[in-house]
Nanobody, 120 residues
């Protein structure tokens, strides 16, 4: 069964950078819109950034610090996060629309999440 898998999280000092990756665990036919979300302790999950065919969209807190990009050949979406602050500490989740085969319908998948902790 295909899943979305995030990687790249960890502990980083304030002002540091991290690059997260999101990719399917198995073979797919196509990947559509993909988003990064985060959930901090005691808070609701919130959108960080989206990438779709016509462009990108960012939450206000992510503008000027985070960059979402994709490598279509590898069906991988990245989230480059710069100038991280303690308030960015959260579990980061990947969410994407996947077509498993050319004839299948798109389904939305969530990853298991990867923890980014920002502390000195």
């Amino acid at each position: 069964q295909v899943e979305l898998v995030e990687s790249g999280g960890g502990l980083v000092e304030p002002g540091g950078s991290v690059r997260l990756s999101c990719a399917p665990s198995g073979s797919i036919w196509s990947m559509g819109q993909v988003g990064w979300y985060r959930q901090a302790p005691g808070k609701e999950r919130e959108l960080v950034a989206l990438i779709f065919y016509k462009g990108t969209k960012y939450a206000d807190f992510a503008k000027d610090r985070f960059i979402i990009s994709r490598e279509n050949a590898e069906n991988t979406v990245y989230l480059q996060m710069n100038n991280l602050q303690p308030e960015d500490t959260a579990v980061y989740y990947c969410n994407g629309d996947l077509w498993l085969t050319e004839r299948s319908s798109a389904r939305t998948y969530w990853g298991q999440g990867t923890l980014v902790a920002v502390a000195s």
